[in-house]
């Protein structure tokens, strides 16, 4: 009774159509499993109602007998988004899919956050380049908590995320340029087609929404990142020797 009672207090309050976006939000999220239950609910909310308010948790639930699946995302302790449906597309009344939770195959997920974390190997030494990849390491990663919230605003994030990149590309091709750095040309060849990508990257965005954009176009995004850091290294040692 007390887990009818707390799944309906959830869903007949906070039930969504949205299940095909949490779908793809939980397939784009760096996850790790914490538990997998069979129908104790209260076991699960219990294990992340202290949880802190900068923590994301997914909570997916399954009934076979059904065929209604449900996720949820967990903001700290408290659900900010419910979704319910059925997997042949029917329509799941809250009510009865509460009555079978006792039934049904529930899964607890922690979101891995931050999504790049900001590591010592990558501190370079010259401090205006250090600051200014953190801060774009910081704006990436509020694009999934923007995604995690559901507010809407992920497209914002991602237009200031491409804004923060651009700036620096053209302050390092400022220096490249003003102490005539010998592996210029191939460097600001990187930066112009990391631009064309970014460029793309926003127009899809527009067209198809970001999380697709992330679901489909995020693993080059990450390779390109990944050569740049490799060549901002051998920048920034330059600049070090080479600035007064």
Request: charged share 30%; glycine share 4%.
């Amino acid at each position: 009774m007390r887990d009818f009672q707390e799944c309906l207090n959830i869903f007949s309050h906070k039930a969504r159509d949205e299940l095909h976006s949490l779908e793809k939000l939980l397939d784009v999220s760096e996850v790790i499993i914490i538990e997998r239950v069979r129908g104790d609910l209260s076991r699960i909310l219990n294990s992340i109602a202290s949880a802190n308010p900068e923590e994301y948790y997914f909570v997916e639930i399954y009934n076979e007998e059904l065929k209604a699946r449900s996720i949820l995302v967990f903001e700290g302790g408290n659900p900010s988004r419910v979704a319910l449906g059925g997997t042949d597309s029917n329509v799941v009344n809250p009510e009865d899919f509460c009555r079978r939770i006792s039934d049904s195959e529930i899964a607890l997920y922690k979101v891995v956050l931050p999504l790049l974390q900001w590591r010592q190997n990558m501190v370079f030494g010259f401090e205006p380049i250090d600051s200014q990849h953190e801060e774009i390491l910081r704006k990436w990663n509020e694009i999934m908590r923007q995604l995690l919230r559901g507010e809407g605003k992920e497209a914002v994030a991602l237009k200031e995320l491409v804004n923060t990149v651009f700036k620096h590309l053209a302050y390092e091709e400022g220096l490249m340029r003003r102490y005539k750095y010998p592996k210029a040309k191939q460097h600001l060849k990187d930066h112009k087609d990391f631009r064309n990508l970014l460029n793309q990257l926003i127009s899809r965005a527009d067209k198809f929404g970001v999380m697709d954009v992330l679901r489909e176009d995020m693993g080059f995004v990450y390779a390109y990142l990944a050569h740049l850091s490799s060549a901002d290294s051998e920048l920034a040692s330059f600049l070090k020797k080479n600035i007064p």
